[in-house]
């Protein structure tokens, strides 16, 4: 017997011996191997086929549910202590993020401000993105924003060493008439306080691009934009009137920053309930 052969024998006899019939089987199978192995040699081949039809024999006699390997190990398919009842992975890195998590939760909803009411606009929400609408003597007046990327840390509170997180988006005033066309205004925030000394209001806000939609139809590539830089001063602050005489003016700016600071922190709040949310699963 060549010593690939009684490897094999050896091997297969001790992982059926608790079947008589396994036995008679695993004899049969030995002997086919002793005369395939005489036959070719001691080839490799001879081997590899001896092992795979051997584990393929156990396969079928087995009715352990555990491996017993050679050294008494037991085969594991999963880790326990990385797993719950859910099957879901949960690491060591994963447990601390859901639990700074929960924290960072609690203390953002306790510094969550209740957001302003803007006067004559109906306000509606998806998301990032916040619409004000009101109208106007028939024309539609409608505000676009979205608060991502959205905030900055440069005001600090006079009570607090802390810097306060507020929310400055850029936002598109639209005037929609009844025939269907309109005008939009894309504003920006100046980063002035609104006044100098006390002595002259200065604005706090700026119209950034100017475009006119005629019809129905959306914005495209092909629609003319003008740039406030290269506007006509006289203008400019006509267009600046125009929207002050709407309600768009320095004071409603203040309460729309104060309405985008507080939808950030919402979303804010919402994206860390989600991320927990979803390490714990």
Not at 13 to 18: H, I, M, N, S
Request: proline share 1%; net charge negative; with cysteine.
């Amino acid at each position: 017997m060549t010593a690939t052969a009684r490897l094999v024998a050896s091997a297969a006899a001790k992982l059926l011996g608790q079947s008589r019939q396994g036995f008679t089987a695993l004899t049969g199978v030995s002997r086919s191997l002793l005369t395939f192995s005489a036959a070719e040699g001691h080839s490799l081949r001879s081997a590899c086929f001896s092992r795979s039809f051997t584990r393929s024999m156990w396969v079928l006699c087995s009715k352990r549910p555990d491996t017993d390997l050679l050294n008494g190990g037991v085969v594991k398919l999963t880790d326990v202590n990385k797993t719950c009842s859910c099957c879901g992975l949960h690491t060591q890195g994963d447990k601390e993020l859901a639990n700074f998590l929960s924290k960072e939760i609690e203390s953002e909803k306790d510094n969550l401000q209740e957001a302003p009411k803007l006067k004559d606009f109906e306000i509606s929400t998806k998301g990032a993105e916040v619409t004000l609408t009101r109208n106007f003597d028939g024309e539609i007046v409608t505000i676009d924003f979205n608060v991502n990327l959205s905030v900055d840390d440069e005001s600090m509170d006079e009570e607090s060493e802390q810097p306060q997180m507020v929310s400055r988006p850029r936002f598109t005033v639209e005037l929609k008439k009844s025939g269907g066309s309109s005008l939009s205004l894309n504003c920006s925030f100046t980063g002035d306080e609104g006044t100098t000394g006390g002595e002259e209001e200065v604005d706090v806000f700026q119209i950034d691009e100017v475009t006119l939609h005629e019809g129905e139809g959306e914005w495209q590539e092909s629609s003319y934009i003008a740039g406030a830089d290269n506007m006509d001063g006289t203008l400019y602050d006509l267009l600046m009137t125009t929207l002050e005489e709407r309600g768009v003016d320095n004071d409603f700016a203040a309460k729309l920053v104060t309405l985008s600071t507080s939808h950030e922190h919402r979303q804010y709040i919402k994206f860390l309930e989600d991320l927990k949310s979803f390490v714990s699963k």
